[in-house]
């Protein structure tokens, strides 16, 4: 006779023998039964088994199991414990007390480091369990308006202390791809190619994205928000970034918040939501905006709103996560450092030139040539072309050369009020550059930045196709800049031309920047009341229709 252990998922009803006592059938337990086996099959497990001295018994067979069983929960044990330290690792980074404005941790060092806080303050503080509450003196400065950029490396900013690099700052978020969040990725209207993030999955991971265009009442007066909507789904699908939806707001004015709130409270499902974007993108902004409309029917909102992240136009100015208890169903809200993008100009000005490159007001178009209409024969306008062998530029950050255009074109810019911008003769560009820098052409400003300005090392030649006289052939964007857009004069200065002209070409443009400054070149993008007239949206199937993403505002 053999024994052998049938599990207690079977019931002693299912089983062929019927003889088995009443009380198995009340409670399951592990049943050890006997059954006879025929004198083939002993023989067989002899055979597979072995046989004298050397066969192992049934006790060393059941030994042999039970260290097995042993093993196996030490290593399951010291995986959980390895599973544990490392969650606890997590936790406890977290639990560092931290400046509620910037997210750096409080010390009470170095006074001019991010972080500081004055000792008897921090040891007050610290008795009363108020650690939270503390804002360092860093963030007062900035506050204050003072200009102190923390950020160095490759993204980083010339000028001042740099306690923390943008590498480092990335490695914050490098968290991100292995949690189960809701991202809200924020991409500036004004800066749309520059600041977009393209590899956002490289941190975001496989996670959901609800996509925020922030600023848009920068844009030209009468600008159609839903052309500009539709523009963005193009240009984000041409990314092949499938995001939630697509939001155009205004952190000033609140345009499309209450969107962006209904849509997190519908994706959210618990999960914490981090808002994500490159630097100086408005995170800090949004956050506040959305801490103030969340208030007016969410007390918990209300409350977070006492100690927000601080505002200001240094890109850098959050330098760690920020925890924001601001939803009453669960999760949590954070604030995350800025991705620090070495290809925009913000990254090769000095510090004290950052607040020129942010826009504070609408923008206008600037237009070149500004002359055109000479004089006027019988009611017909006379074109004079005003941009071959001519150079542009804007400020001391962009040079454009006008190697060859149509006799119709035109280049309008929309940037900073406060960058001038200024036409000479190609063959005197070089001079003008080398005369002006640092006086008309600004940025960069002050003697000593423009001694140290590198100048504008990098060329490209772009060559661009005309074929419809009635909307413009492209934008041409500067990272961390603005953008110009290549555009007939007829469209530009809304002028008839009764004579048959042009309309059909090569347009060979060279554009310098500094080194690592980036040039995107594409669709134009359809603003002021001119761009609802020329802008075409895209027929799409039904299919198309369903997967491409909604947008609001």
């Known amino acids: 006779m053999a024994l052998k252990t049938l599990s207690t998922f079977l019931s002693p009803l299912s089983l062929p023998n019927t003889k088995f006592p009443q009380f198995l059938t009340i409670k399951p337990s592990l049943i050890l039964c006997e059954f006879p086996r025929s004198q083939k099959s002993r023989l067989l497990a002899a055979d597979s088994e072995g046989t004298g001295a050397a066969a192992p018994s049934p006790g060393e067979k059941f030994l042999e199991r039970q260290q097995s069983f042993e093993d196996a929960k030490i290593i399951l044990k010291e995986n959980k414990k390895k599973r544990k330290k490392k969650d606890n690792a997590i936790k406890a980074s977290r639990a560092v007390a931290s400046c509620y404005g910037c997210g750096a941790p409080l010390h009470t060092s170095d006074a001019d480091a991010p972080g500081y806080v004055d000792p008897e303050t921090y040891e007050l503080k610290k008795k009363h369990h108020q650690l939270r509450t503390v804002l360092c003196r860093r963030c007062r400065l900035l506050s204050h308006g003072k200009m102190i950029t923390a950020v160095g490396g490759h993204g980083g900013y010339p000028g001042g202390k740099l306690f923390v690099t943008a590498e480092e700052l990335r490695e914050k978020l490098s968290h991100l791809r292995h949690e189960k969040a809701l991202i809200v990725k924020l991409v500036d209207i004004v800066d749309f190619n520059g600041s977009f993030l393209s590899r956002v999955r490289d941190l975001a991971g496989s996670n959901p994205i609800i996509l925020v265009v922030t600023k848009v009442d920068l844009l030209p007066r009468d600008t159609d928000l839903h052309c500009v909507g539709d523009w963005v789904v193009e240009a984000t699908?041409?990314?092949?970034?499938?995001?939630?939806?697509?939001?155009?707001?205004?952190?000033?004015?609140?345009?499309?918040?209450?969107?962006?709130?209904?849509?997190?409270?519908?994706?959210?499902?618990?999960?914490?939501?981090?808002?994500?974007?490159?630097?100086?993108?408005?995170?800090?902004?949004?956050?506040?905006?959305?801490?103030?409309?969340?208030?007016?029917?969410?007390?918990?909102?209300?409350?977070?709103?006492?100690?927000?992240?601080?505002?200001?136009?240094?890109?850098?100015?959050?330098?760690?996560?920020?925890?924001?208890?601001?939803?009453?169903?669960?999760?949590?809200?954070?604030?995350?450092?800025?991705?620090?993008?070495?290809?925009?100009?913000?990254?090769?000005?000095?510090?004290?030139?950052?607040?020129?490159?942010?826009?504070?007001?609408?923008?206008?178009?600037?237009?070149?040539?500004?002359?055109?209409?000479?004089?006027?024969?019988?009611?017909?306008?006379?074109?004079?072309?005003?941009?071959?062998?001519?150079?542009?530029?804007?400020?001391?950050?962009?040079?454009?050369?006008?190697?060859?255009?149509?006799?119709?074109?035109?280049?309008?810019?929309?940037?900073?009020?406060?960058?001038?911008?200024?036409?000479?003769?190609?063959?005197?560009?070089?001079?003008?550059?080398?005369?002006?820098?640092?006086?008309?052409?600004?940025?960069?400003?002050?003697?000593?930045?423009?001694?140290?300005?590198?100048?504008?090392?990098?060329?490209?030649?772009?060559?661009?196709?005309?074929?419809?006289?009635?909307?413009?052939?492209?934008?041409?964007?500067?990272?961390?800049?603005?953008?110009?857009?290549?555009?007939?004069?007829?469209?530009?200065?809304?002028?008839?031309?009764?004579?048959?002209?042009?309309?059909?070409?090569?347009?060979?443009?060279?554009?310098?920047?500094?080194?690592?400054?980036?040039?995107?070149?594409?669709?134009?993008?359809?603003?002021?009341?001119?761009?609802?007239?020329?802008?075409?949206?895209?027929?799409?199937?039904?299919?198309?229709?369903?997967?491409?993403?909604?947008?609001?505002?």
């Open 237 to 553: 699908m041409r990314k092949k970034l499938n995001v939630l939806s697509v939001h155009l707001t205004s952190s000033k004015s609140l345009v499309g918040i209450t969107g962006v709130i209904s849509e997190i409270q519908k994706e959210k499902k618990g999960r914490d939501v981090y808002i994500l974007g490159s630097a100086n993108v408005g995170k800090s902004a949004f956050i506040n905006a959305l801490l103030k409309t969340m208030a007016i029917n969410d007390p918990v909102a209300a409350s977070a709103q006492r100690y927000k992240p601080i505002q200001s136009a240094v890109p850098g100015t959050t330098l760690g996560p920020i925890q924001i208890n601001a939803f009453l169903g669960g999760g949590k809200l954070y604030d995350t450092p800025g991705v620090h993008l070495y290809h925009r100009q913000t990254a090769v000005v000095h510090s004290e030139d950052l607040p020129i490159l942010a826009p504070q007001s609408r923008l206008r178009g600037l237009s070149f040539p500004s002359s055109i209409v000479s004089s006027v024969e019988e009611g017909a306008s006379t074109i004079v072309n005003g941009l071959n062998a001519f150079s542009i530029f804007w400020g001391g950050l962009v040079r454009i050369d006008v190697l060859k255009v149509l006799p119709e074109t035109c280049l309008t810019f929309y940037g900073p009020k406060r960058i001038p911008i200024h036409m000479v003769p190609t063959e005197q560009a070089v001079e003008f550059y080398q005369t002006e820098l640092g006086v008309l052409l600004t940025p960069p400003s002050g003697g000593e930045n423009a001694e140290n300005w590198k100048g504008l090392e990098s060329e490209r030649k772009l060559l661009i196709k005309f074929e419809d006289v009635d909307r413009p052939a492209c934008d041409i964007a500067i990272s961390g800049l603005g953008w110009f857009t290549v555009e007939p004069v007829s469209r530009s200065l809304k002028i008839s031309q009764p004579k048959p002209v042009e309309t059909a070409g090569e347009l060979i443009l060279a554009v310098h920047v500094p080194k690592a400054v980036e040039i995107f070149v594409r669709s134009p993008i359809p603003v002021g009341k001119a761009g609802a007239e020329w802008y075409q949206y895209v027929e799409l199937t039904e299919k198309q229709e369903e997967m491409r993403p909604k947008w609001y505002f």
